[in-house]
């Protein structure tokens, strides 16, 4: 009797020994209910419009529904902000747009890669390839819709004027007709403008440029809808949503001057190579986002005023990336 008592008792220590063993292991399986400790952190930014706040709302979702522990800094600034700040390590990783790789690596360029970024894929490959090399910058996978510069006037003017493409807004221009461009100043000073000038053979004088701050094409279309200080032209790019709900058309850039622009997360390698996974987690996100879809989810941000976040959570959600 005894002898029977005395196992039972061995037996239940034994058990408890090693519950608590297992209990000190600091969980190393992964049972039902188990928590574990978040991935990162990984630090987001933006740029100051819509579609980067956009994207960077989906890439930090993403994330977040991944277990990433996720600092969001969307809205950082202007380009030239938010690429220092990644090549500096104070963000992560940010939506670009490889377009732009013209612009960052335009003197070290030899003249048939600068023709290279009239091709989508041509030029996403020369900017992934030479920001990895000289900045540890990853490019992931784009989005292959082309957000480039262009401008806008309303349907009924561009219609009275005879206004279709950018060689009528030329002609138009140089017959000194009246002008206020509202844009932000980087489409005058860097990558947009410029380019149109020099192609399409006109000069825009100062008094007819209305620099507005920031880049975002809300308040540079919504300036030309209202006719806002005489604005007869705005600054547009192609995936805005807001174009038709103000009925704005864009003039063809029918020369192509401008070059293709793919928005594209890109993040600092030494955080990829520490979580490879953020390449696959986004893939297949930034593959779903064709024109038309970000034209619609802007329209939503833009127009019926709803939060980036709200807007990127239905899009994943429909698409079945986060429950």
């Not at 807001?242 to 622009?261: M, S």
Request: overall charge negative.
């Amino acid at each position: 009797m005894y002898s029977k008592i005395a196992r039972i008792v061995a037996a239940c220590v034994t058990l408890a020994l090693l519950s608590a063993l297992a209990g000190c292991s600091g969980g190393a399986t992964d049972g039902p209910g188990t928590e574990q400790a978040p991935k990162g952190p990984v630090t987001i930014g933006s740029k100051i419009d819509t579609e980067g706040e956009l994207i960077s709302s989906i890439v930090k979702l993403v994330l977040e529904d991944a277990g990433f522990e996720v600092i969001d800094k969307s809205q950082t600034g202007t380009t030239e902000v938010v690429r220092k700040a990644i090549i500096a390590g104070e963000i992560d990783l940010y939506p670009e747009y490889s377009g732009n790789g013209y612009w960052f690596f335009l003197d070290e360029l030899t003249e048939d890669q600068k023709a290279a970024y009239q091709s989508g894929q041509d030029g996403y490959d020369l900017t992934a390839r030479i920001d990895l090399e000289t900045n540890d910058v990853v490019w992931l996978e784009p989005a292959r819709a082309n957000n480039t510069w262009a401008l806008a006037a309303t349907e009924e003017f561009a219609q009275a004027e005879g206004l279709e493409t950018m060689s009528d807004f030329a002609v138009y221009v140089n017959a000194g007709r009246p002008v206020k461009v509202a844009a932000s100043d980087e489409f005058f000073t860097s990558a947009g403008n410029p380019e149109f000038e020099r192609t399409y053979g006109y000069t825009l004088a100062e008094d007819q440029k209305v620099r507005l701050a920031g880049g975002n094409t809300a308040a540079t279309e919504k300036a030309v809808a209202d006719g806002t200080d005489g604005v007869n032209f705005g600054m547009a790019y192609g995936t805005d949503g807001a174009l038709a709900d103000l009925g704005l058309v864009i003039l063809e850039d029918d020369l192509g001057a401008q070059i293709v622009y793919w928005p594209t997360p890109i993040v600092r390698k030494d955080v990829l190579d520490a979580h490879p996974e953020i390449a696959d987690l986004l893939k297949p996100v930034m593959s779903a986002l064709g024109l038309q879809e970000l034209q619609q989810l802007n329209a939503r941000i833009q127009v019926n005023g709803e939060t980036a976040d709200t807007v990127a959570r239905d899009f994943l959600i429909e698409g079945g990336f986060i429950e």
